[in-house]
């Protein structure tokens, strides 16, 4: 992972392969962006024409846009990389508009060895989204690449330096630490995600979380194919017998002696999605890989709550099958009995995620946790009704639902809130059992949710995240945001865990 540091010395002092600065898009052009020493640094070394030059050479200060100019004479750096913020704001940047232009620029740096940051930031808050846009945009996954495609050239930013007049305060120093943690596992998460589906079985996606647990803290408690069907649980086992590899329920823990509250986080990890017999048509399957993003998601974020020492004890739970046809395969018109006992006609096999999240569901309400999130890759409704970067909150808790909307734009992911229309439930009556695992096509999104609701104990505070849209970026990257698997929702889940750390889990 990338190294960072924090320095208090002047842009033009810190060695480094190129030093980053910002510039603010004004009515006519480019513009130095107040509170910049490095930007005025630079505009003064060439004459006051910085602004000039970098309108010649066609910047125009837009989001994401990359600049590239030869450093003054007698800076410790050959290049400067000027990286647009967009509209300079009255009352200074946002976190969010920081961390994606530190992204953009860290992305355009892949295989320098070390940059240094200097975009507008001076307090803790701010500090810490530049740090975390670097090292987000630093990102790369080449671990299945032969040995003569990984060249330097395609390396990720060793070393990230960004400038701090105030780099010895405690606050800044705790926001860069932050940073780097939850940076890294955002990257964990995208480097399962990212992984190939004969190299993540879920017995393999079990092992990595055994493997990776005790660093951290972090208790792992896995139960097989024999441990699931001993106990009952017809959802998990159902999706996963018409596969050659076989399911897993993990249990992750990580607990504070101080903690006054408990979180449950559920994740789907259906670790490659055929659509089972319901089979999924040409141009659907290629990047289902990526449907066990909720369970890396929540993996991700025990994880992160641990070595962040946070207040609240969180147990994860991740749903592992592989959906696949095969003679033994489930079939529409099979009836599952799931953990809770409810019963529940198979009319899709291609809506398997919330047959494995409902199993995880009942099993993590045994424990009474105090709020309880599953995070999935759900459904495709909800990528039609919000687009591929936005994902849905659903809750019949409005006060639990805010919060968790909330607390997304303050980690700086799109999020919207969905309601839960009860005459929805009416599709989901099944003739033959309690239950079927799909109702009316309109609405499915917020269908789905209402099933797993009637598998989520009454009374219990409960928000559902599909993350079916921005799990997965098949476009060209933007931001800190790359190709492929984006991490969607750790950083929500590690904002939720420290919220509630601090005790503003409302009544």
């Given amino acids: 992972m990338t190294a960072l ?14 030093v980053v600065i910002g510039v603010a898009k004004g009515e006519s052009g480019p513009v130095l962006p107040a509170g910049s020493p490095a930007a005025a640094a630079a505009d003064e070394a060439l004459g006051g024409t910085l602004a000039a030059t970098l309108t010649t050479l066609r910047a125009k200060g837009t989001e994401d846009e990359i600049t590239r100019l030869p450093a003054p004479a007698g800076w410790a750096v050959p290049l400067v990389v000027a990286v647009g913020l967009g509209p300079e704001p009255t009352d200074g940047y946002r976190p969010e508009a920081l961390r994606r232009a530190a ?48 060249t330097p050239a395609g390396a990720a930013l060793a070393r990230i330096t960004v400038l701090d007049a105030d780099a010895g305060d405690e606050e800044h120093a705790e926001a860069a630490e932050r940073a780097l943690v939850v940076a890294e596992e955002v990257a964990r998460a995208r480097d399962l995600i990212n992984t190939p589906p004969n190299a993540l079985s879920p017995a393999d996606f079990a092992a990595v979380v055994e493997a990776a647990a005790p660093e951290y803290g972090v ?85 992160a709550a641990a070595r962040l020492g946070l207040e609240v004890n969180v ?16 079939r529409p018109g099979d009836v599952l009995t799931m953990y809770s006992g409810k019963t529940v ?26 709020a309880l999130v599953d995070v999935a890759t759900l459904t495709g409704a909800m990528v039609l009704a919000l687009g591929k970067r936005t994902f849905g909150v659903l809750s019949e808790d409005d006060a639990f639902r805010e919060l968790l909307h909330e607390t997304a734009g303050q980690a700086g992911e799109q999020s919207w ?91």
């Fill in 5 to 18: 540091t924090l320095s208090n010395l002047p842009a033009t002092t810190v060695p480094a392969d190129a």
């Fill in 345 to 370: 006609e198979v009319l899709n096999t291609d809506a398997e995620g919330r047959l494995v999240m409902a199993d995880a569901l009942a099993r993590a309400c045994e424990e009474s946790p105090d």
């Fill in 417 to 507: 809130p969905m309601p839960m229309p009860p005459e929805l439930a009416e599709g989901l009556k099944s003739p033959v059992a309690d239950l079927a695992n799909v109702g009316e096509r309109m609405g499915g999104g917020l269908s789905a949710g209402l099933f797993l609701k009637e598998f989520v104990a009454e009374g219990t505070r409960w928000a559902h995240l599909d993350i079916a849209g921005p799990a997965f970026h098949e476009g060209a990257p933007y931001g800190y945001t790359p190709k492929g698997g984006t991490g969607s929702a750790v950083r929500t889940l590690i904002r939720l865990a420290e919220r509630i750390a601090d005790g503003e889990l409302a009544p």
């Fill in 103 to 150: 992204g953009a620029a860290a992305r355009a740096l892949t295989g320098s060895e070390h940059a240094t940051f200097a975009l507008p930031a001076d307090d803790a808050e701010s500090i810490g989204a530049v740090a975390e846009g670097a090292l987000l945009g630093a990102y790369t996954f080449t671990a299945f690449r032969g040995r003569a495609n990984v």
């Fill in 219 to 303: 208790t792992a408690e896995i139960m097989d194919e024999l441990a699931l069907k001993d106990g009952g649980y017809g959802g998990i086992m159902g999706v996963g017998q018409g596969s050659a590899t076989p399911p897993r329920l993990v249990r992750v823990t990580y607990t504070h002696p101080s903690a006054a509250a408990t979180l449950a986080l559920v994740g789907k990890g259906i670790t490659y999605d055929s659509g089972g017999l319901s089979l999924k048509p040409v141009g659907h399957n290629e990047t289902m890989k990526c449907d066990m993003s909720g369970a890396a998601a929540v993996f991700s974020a025990v994880v």
């Fill in 315 to 330: 147990t994860g739970w991740l749903a592992l099958a592989e959906n696949m046809p095969s003679g033994g395969a489930v």
